[in-house]
Each structure stands twice: as structure tokens, then as C-alpha cells.
């Protein structure tokens, strides 16, 4: 899929933000205004990510022992929490003590915006409650947002995160960061033996084709990186594994989402060098840890 074919999948709104973005005069605003986030199918649902999270977790259960997460008094660190700060709201009603992330796109003011406030937050704190019960009212929950998050704006590897943390989390992130080494190199100094984490990763090519890998094995990675930019990474399940491994973390890569019917064209090397089919066909994989049964050096 083309850039010009991918801006035909979206609305006019979410092209113009891309436009926006691009253009030098406006090159200091804001990376998402209220009514482009609210917009967005995407980003309205903040429930999704307890959906997430227990979908996750049951699917992490079946390959190791993974029980639910506790957040009551517990540091949380989530690598890229998006511009409506991901997991943290959800983190911070569960009884977190702190969420902490690093987000280039970060604007703590969207929080005091009528149209988040309203459409969003109000809407979230009504579904965690359904969920988890009364916990604390709305205005308590505003105001927790406001003293227990702290989000940087930079890149997760730059960010004074200090640990030892207890919980962290990410979705669909790792794949968009270069080098991805790095990131996982601030993992290792702010983990403990005991940190808790949980990283869904997506190895699709992310446009909306019917094969989520189309385009992807048809072509060296760098080439397909030069093309279309660094949107992805294109590392796969092996090489997450790896990357962990070589830090001394104790984690697990577990398929969540293999596409037997997918990546069926040709590939070339060194696509076809250095990964079976399987590691090609796998579009959804959790990193969860910290997986027991790994010896920790």
C-alpha cells in the first residue's frame, strides 16, 4: 500500500492533522487538538485498554504463570502512552501510586479540555467503575490524573525514569522505535528481578490490507524502511526474544495472533535467510515476564 493509497483509508480530518504535522509554520503546535483526538476511532474508547489488558492477560495465562495485575500501591511505567496517556487513567483508578511514561506527542493540558473532560474522561471513569466499582468519584479521579501522572516528552530512552518500578506496559509501540536496543536497555536499568511487564507487539505492516503483511516480504527491510520511512521497525518475534535475552531480562515472546493465510508471497532475502514461516506468519506477540522459567544471569 502507497502513502497516497493510505490517506484514501482516513478521514479528511485525520489527513489534515497529518498535513498539519508536515508544515514547517506549524511545526511547534500541537501534535493532536481535542476535537482531531475525539475524532479519532481510535482514541475515544478508553475502556479499550482494560479490554486489552484482560484479553492479554488470559492469553499470557495460558503459556506461563501470569495472574492479574495489582496496581494498589504500585509505580507503573508505560513506553509510549499516546496523547490520552494510555494505560495511566486506568492504572490511576486501580490504585496506582504513580504512572510514568515517555510520549513525544504529550500535552497534560488535553486533561483540562471541556471536550476530553466530557466525551472522554467522564465517559472512562463511568466504564472503569461498571468494572471495578466505585473506586473514587469523578472529581478525585481528575485530580489523581493531575498528581500521580507524569509523562515526558521525549523518547522513552532519554526519559529520567528511575527504577526500580513495579509494573510495566506497552501497546503496539516497540515496533516504531529505532533502535528498539535502546529502548530496551532502559527496561533493564529500571527493572527489577520482580518488575512485572506485559508489551503487546504488532508485526504487521499497519495500513489496512487484507493480508497485514502485504508489501512487507517483498523487499529487503531497508528498502522497504527508505520507502515509506521510519514507521516500523520490521524486527520479528526472534528478534524481540533476542534483544530481551541480551539485557538479562526474563521474558517470554508469546504469539497472540498467527495468520496461517498470511505473508504468502514470495520473500526475499533476507527475509527467506533468516526467519521460518512461522516467525513470518505471527502478526500479534506479547512479551510478558518475568518468566520463571528463564535463568536470570
Known amino acids: 500500500m502507497t502513502r497516497l493509497s493510505y490517506l484514501l483509508t482516513i478521514t479528511p480530518r485525520e489527513t489534515l492533522r497529518l498535513a498539519r504535522?508536515?508544515?514547517?509554520?506549524?511545526k511547534n503546535s500541537r501534535a493532536w487538538t481535542?476535537?482531531?483526538?475525539?475524532?479519532?476511532?481510535?482514541?475515544?474508547r478508553g475502556i479499550r485498554f482494560a479490554e486489552f489488558l484482560m484479553r492479554q492477560e488470559a492469553i499470557?495465562?495460558?503459556s506461563m504463570p501470569f495472574p492479574a495485575f495489582d496496581f494498589?500501591?504500585?509505580?507503573?511505567?508505560?513506553?509510549?502512552?499516546?496523547p490520552l496517556g494510555g494505560y495511566g487513567p486506568l492504572a490511576i483508578f486501580r490504585g496506582a501510586a504513580s504512572f510514568e511514561s515517555a510520549e513525544p506527542e504529550w500535552d497534560a493540558s488535553v486533561f483540562e479540555e471541556h471536550e476530553i473532560i466530557e466525551k472522554?474522561?467522564?465517559?472512562?471513569h463511568a466504564d472503569l467503575v461498571a468494572l471495578y466499582g466505585q473506586?473514587?468519584?469523578?472529581?478525585?479521579?481528575?485530580?489523581?490524573?493531575?498528581?500521580?501522572?507524569?509523562?515526558?516528552?521525549?523518547?522513552?530512552?532519554?526519559?529520567?525514569?528511575e527504577g526500580p518500578v513495579d509494573i510495566v506496559l506497552s501497546q503496539s509501540v516497540l515496533e516504531h522505535v529505532f533502535p528498539l536496543e535502546q529502548t530496551v536497555a532502559k527496561?533493564?536499568?529500571?527493572?527489577?528481578a520482580e518488575t512485572r511487564f506485559l508489551h503487546l507487539v504488532d508485526f504487521g505492516n499497519h495500513y489496512p490490507t487484507a493480508d497485514p503483511f502485504d508489501g512487507l516480504y517483498s523487499v529487503p527491510p531497508e528498502e522497504y524502511i527508505r520507502k515509506r520511512g521510519r514507521a516500523i521497525n520490521l524486527l520479528r518475534p526472534p528478534d524481540i526474544a533476542r534483544m530481551f535475552e541480551e539485557h538479562s531480562i526474563s521474558a517470554r515472546v508469546i504469539p497472540s495472533r498467527i495468520l496461517l493465510h498470511g505473508a504468502q508471497g514470495a520473500k526475499v532475502p533476507p527475509w527467506s535467510e533468516k526467519y521460518d514461516a512461522d516467525a513470518l506468519r505471527v502478526q500479534l506477540a506479547l512479551v510478558a515476564g518475568p518468566d520463571s522459567d528463564v535463568k536470570r544471569t
Open 135 to 161: 473506586r473514587m468519584e469523578f472529581g478525585e479521579f481528575h485530580e489523581a490524573l493531575r498528581s500521580k501522572m507524569q509523562v515526558h516528552r521525549c523518547g522513552f530512552e532519554a526519559a529520567p525514569i
Open 60 to 62: 499470557a495465562r495460558r
Open 72 to 82: 494498589e500501591g504500585k509505580r507503573v511505567v508505560e513506553v509510549g502512552c499516546g
Open 120 to 124: 472522554y474522561l467522564r465517559i472512562f
Open 187 to 192: 527496561l533493564a536499568v529500571i527493572q527489577s
Open 21 to 26: 504535522q508536515r508544515l514547517p509554520f506549524f
Open 34 to 44: 481535542a476535537k482531531e483526538l475525539m475524532s479519532s476511532q481510535k482514541f475515544t
